[in-house]
């Protein structure tokens, strides 16, 4: 059972454009949630995060939003740039100290020059 | 020098063969993760370790077993190693105070 499906596998825009990369999630015990970006041969790199508690959380051009009724979150890229081109995971826990996190199956983001 | 390094970064390896892959880790961190990606499937836990004496299973822990030889190192190893477990493998760290992960490069280990 796949608690956390990011259901678009890959994603094409045009360079200046947004970026919209979509993540939901079954478990309603989550309440923290974070993105990940991926290039080719490194290790996942920590992008941006927000807590149950905010709707929205910006850093630059990244901004991710939170609708816990629908159980969706979703990273928005503005503008898109060409090293913005990866692959993008998002991933969520629940709090209590576990430190366990569940990751999306990742979604390919292609910047067209 | 990366603070999480991950040896070997690629190995191929035969059925039924022993394998250990390497975590080595300089943020003085102690949680320390293994986890596996697999094509259409994301990233999936393996284990994890709170510290030295405390080593927990993850979502697919089956066919693994795991090493803390000290706060910096944990080792994954695959006893007996099938072509299913021919995968990416990541290992990761977490700062607890500000709830991010820091991944190695990871380990491409191919099961002929």
Sequence with gaps: DQQVKQNSPSLSVQEGRISIL?????NSMFDYFLWYKKYPAEGPTFLI??????????????????NKSAKHLSLHIVPSQPGDSAVYFCAASASGGTYKYIFG????????A | DADVTQTPRNRITKTGKRIMLECSQTKGHDRMYWYRQDPGLGLRLIYYSFDVKDINKGEISDGYSVSRQAQAKFSLSLESAIPNQTALYFCA???????TQYFGPGTRLTVL
């Design chain 1, 22 to 26: 979509n993540c939901d999630y079954t």
């Design chain 1, 105 to 112: 199956t990742g979604t390919r983001l292609k910047v067209l």
């Design chain 1, 49 to 66: 995060s927000i807590s149950s508690i905010k709707d929205k959380n910006e850093d630059g051009r990244f901004t991710v939003f939170l």
């Design chain 2, 93 to 99: 760290t977490i700062d607890i105070s500000t709830d």
